[in-house]
Each structure stands twice: as structure tokens, then as C-alpha cells.
């Protein structure tokens, strides 16, 4: 570590999803003490709830992680979006204002607020101007920009723009489980093939595991406020994670299309993570081909539960 935590108290939201798992287990293990509230404990849409939170926990850092995360089901609920996703870390920021000022503040964002590329185009780096162009983008980068006014008035804050990450446990509404999950089922003889949209996209994929890492280094005092990706800088054709799940089956993996899906442009989203290497030494260490097998046993394993129930 590149500091002593001495015991630094760390408020987490959404900690019980699936990232907020995983961080508060390895701040528990890195000597941190973790304090971890998801909707049962505090209503991010309230002020006052989340003002009752920061007075009770008193925290010296916050991660702040809780949010509607699936570009979907922001479309489908604007509203709900804008309340959850800007509505949340404006109430953070204000309750943090008046009752933890001192703290420092994770505002967790998205690759998702740059403009999409072409395949084959740079990485993205930070001074990349931000060019939402969904519900979720938006109101991800409308609390970025709440985050950056909040820094000016001399509140802690570092704004987080993850890219792709992924690892055993995520939802299998997202692509790479998605994907694990149906090669799964044709080994275990529970569908025929795979049924997919575009599959030329690029994305930045990471393990779930090295973006934690990166949050919890960000949370050293030394590293100066501002915004930073955290991502591989390594493209990948969203049809390779279905070679390298080819590769690491039993089954003979046939796949077909869905017209619905295969009409999405195709783009590229990679980002550059130099300034946060640069700050913190973080580097990724999870392959994405590793990455695809976790996935692939995870849902191996899960689904010969179901059936054993």
C-alpha cells in the first residue's frame, strides 16, 4: 500500500452489489473498516436519509457505488435514473458538505460518458471531453459534473470512470456472463445454441477484481482529487469472448443472431488508465481469457445447483 489505512472507516453504497461485495471484502482484508449501506439502510433518493447516514457513521472516506448500472433499465425509467444516478450523489455530496467535509469522496462513473469510437481508434484518456449519449451516460456524468463543482468549493472528491468489468457473480444481464451463462446451459443440455446481437463491437474489459484494486488506491490522500479511468487499454471484439468460451467448452457451440440486437452500431469504447497508473502504480493483472473461464465455471457450478434443488 502506498499509506497506513490505520482502520480508516470507509462508507460504501450499493455494498451489497456486485462490485460493493467484493471491495468491502478486500477492505476488510487491507486493514481498512468497512461500512457498508445499500437500500435497506439508506434511501440515496432521500437527503435526509442519507444526511442520517453520514451523521451516524461518521466515515473518513466514501465509495460511493450505488446506482441503476444496466444502460437497459435506465432507458426504461428515465426518471427513476435521473433521481438514482445524479439525484444520489448530489445528496452525498451535500450531506458529505455539512457533515463529513473532511472525508473523501469515490463519485464511481462510466467509460460510458465518453463518445464511443471506431474500432481501431486510441485509447480514451481523461481530457476527452464527456459526450453522453444515453440515459445512463447522462446521468452518470451529470453527478461527474456535480462532483467537479463539489471540488471546487473544496469538498475531497475523486470521479471514478470505470470501463467494462466483469467476474463471477455479475448479473447475467450483462454480455460476458451472458455469454458464460448460455454456453453452460448447451453443455448441460438445457438450450440448443446461443443467441447473440452485434457481435463486432470493442469493448475494454476488465476483471472486477483490478477495478477494486484501483478504488482502493484512489483512496490514498496523497493521490490529488480529479478524475481518472480505470481501464486495460486493450480492446476486445465482443465475438472473441465466444471464441475464447469455444475454446474452454465440451459442447459444440453453435450461435445465431437476434435481429432485435444485431441493428446496435458497431463501435469501440477503450480507455486510457496512464494517469491513474501514474498516481497510484495500479496496473491490471486479470486477463480477459482467465476472466471468461471464472465466468464460465461460476455458471458450471450454479446452474448444476439449480438442478440439484
Request: with cysteine; charged share 25%.
Amino acid at each position: 500500500m502506498l499509506w497506513h489505512v490505520d482502520e480508516m472507516r470507509v462508507l460504501i453504497t450499493g455494498a451489497r452489489g456486485f462490485v460493493g461485495t467484493r471491495l468491502s471484502h478486500r477492505l476488510q482484508n487491507s486493514g481498512f473498516e468497512p461500512v457498508g449501506v445499500d437500500v435497506e439502510e439508506m434511501d440515496i433518493q432521500e437527503l435526509d436519509s442519507v444526511t442520517h447516514t453520514l451523521r451516524k457513521e461518521q466515515p473518513e472516506a466514501i465509495i460511493h457505488l450505488a446506482g441503476i448500472s444496466f444502460v437497459p433499465a435506465a432507458e426504461a425509467d428515465p426518471s427513476l435514473a435521473c433521481r438514482v444516478n445524479f439525484g444520489g450523489a448530489r445528496n452525498l455530496l451535500d450531506a458529505m458538505a455539512q457533515h463529513a467535509p473532511k472525508a473523501r469522496i469515490l463519485l464511481v462513473g462510466s467509460g460510458e460518458q465518453y463518445a464511443a469510437s471506431v474500432p481501431g481508434a486510441p485509447p480514451t484518456n481523461e481530457s476527452a471531453p464527456l459526450d453522453p449519449t444515453s440515459v445512463y451516460a447522462l446521468t452518470k456524468t451529470a453527478a461527474d459534473l456535480a462532483g467537479e463543482e463539489a471540488a471546487h468549493r473544496g469538498l475531497d472528491v475523486i470521479r471514478v470512470r470505470p470501463f467494462n468489468h466483469t467476474g463471477a457473480g455479475q448479473p447475467d444481464f450483462f454480455v460476458a456472463p451472458e455469454f458464460a451463462r448460455q454456453v453452460a446451459e448447451i453443455e448441460q443440455g438445457q438450450r440448443e445454441q446461443m443467441e447473440v446481437g452485434n457481435l463486432e463491437s470493442i469493448r475494454d474489459i476488465l476483471h472486477v477484481d483490478d477495478v477494486v484494486d484501483a478504488y482502493v488506491r484512489l483512496l490514498a490522500p496523497e493521490i490529488p482529487i480529479g478524475a481518472y479511468n480505470v481501464a486495460s487499454g486493450v480492446g476486445t471484439r465482443i465475438g472473441d469472448l465466444i471464441e475464447m468460451l469455444r475454446e474452454r467448452s465440451t459442447a459444440d457451440i453453435r450461435v445465431t443472431q437476434d435481429p432485435a440486437k444485431t441493428g446496435r452500431a458497431t463501435n469501440a469504447r477503450v480507455g486510457d488508465a496512464t494517469k491513474l497508473a501514474t498516481a497510484t502504480a495500479w496496473r491490471w493483472e486479470r486477463t480477459i481469457s482467465d476472466t471468461m473461464t471464472e465466468l464460465l465455471d461460476y455458471w458450471r457450478g450454479a446452474l448444476r445447483e439449480d438442478r440439484g434443488h
